[in-house]
């Protein structure tokens, strides 16, 4: 980037604030520099690091390898900004722990007090800061669906009836008994349960932990459906469904699927 007034011309050495590619340029950076470390023991989101490890001893070592990484490219931490050797630490507005991943209270609190919107734009915002914590929520796509509906309406004030107002009051509660998201294990075998409505379909993964084996979700997905997939029989609304879950676990290294749940019954196996 470079500009020229009447004394000369110049560059910048460096990135300006304020520029719009400056996260996704940093992000690339970042990426390229921890490119041996990443989904490692290291995850990078702009100028947040993660470093994880399955004990005291690889933890010292991974955080000494990425310390060192920062000096060698004259990278500087803000000391009151870090934590180290912590067993719990929020991240990008989740609670991460040996036992799974939460939602952050304060986001959850936020959601309890959020009033009713007035305008669409009121609705989209309550709309986007809820969407951060789908994957909490089992059928989420057909909790908001009522509400989504009164966004691709002209008027930029909102017309709420029964149903909306209905959907937006018990949409609220439904984040305080969220369950706690196990990490987890590709070694082990998981259980896809799906559900499937004239709305949407939705889906939950899950493996067993704990003496005797408990069932516990390891991740929530949904999806509204277009007109045309509102015309699919129920069978293949919920193999829909399946295909929504197994998309959403792509990225495990391994999946051992030992049985597939659901409410109709037909696709039971």
């Known amino acids: 980037m470079a500009f020229i007034i009447p004394s000369g011309h110049y560059e910048y050495l460096v990135m300006p604030y304020g520029l719009s590619n400056a996260p996704s340029v940093f992000q690339s950076f970042m990426n390229e520099i921890f490119r041996d470390m990443l989904h490692r023991f290291v995850i990078v989101y702009v100028d947040n690091i993660l470093i994880y490890s399955p004990n005291l001893s690889d933890h010292v070592d991974h955080t000494k390898h990425v310390l060192n990484r920062l000096r060698h490219y004259h990278l500087y931490l803000k000391l009151e900004k870090c934590e180290f050797h912590q067993s719990t630490t929020q991240f990008l507005g989740y609670i991460i ?14 959601i309890q007090s959020w009033p009713q919107p007035c305008t669409v734009k009121d609705l989209q915002r309550f709309l986007w800061f809820t969407n951060f914590y789908h994957q909490f929520l089992f059928g ?10 009164l966004l691709h309406r002209k008027p930029k004030t909102l017309s709420w009836t029964s149903d909306t107002i209905e959907a937006f009051r018990k949409l ?19 259980i ?8 949407g379909v939705g889906a939950v993964l899950s493996q067993r932990r704990g003496e005797p084996p408990v069932l516990h979700p390891c991740a929530f997905s949904s999806k509204k459906l277009f007109p045309a997939e509102q ?12 295909k929504l879950a197994l998309e959403r676990i792509t990225r495990l290294k391994s999946l051992q699927i030992i049985k597939t749940c659901s409410i109709s019954e037909k696709l039971n196996a």
């Open 231 to 242: 015309n699919y029989d129920i069978g293949n609304r919920e193999l829909l469904a399946i």
């Open 97 to 110: 722990s040996p036992k799974g991943i939460q939602m952050d209270c304060t986001k959850v609190e936020a």
């Open 172 to 190: 609220k509660p439904t984040f305080c008994t969220a369950p706690t998201l196990v990490h987890p294990d590709p070694t082990q075998p998981f």
């Open 140 to 149: 989420y796509s057909e909790l908001t669906a009522p509400l989504t509906s």
């Open 192 to 199: 896809v349960e799906v559900n499937a409505s004239a709305l």
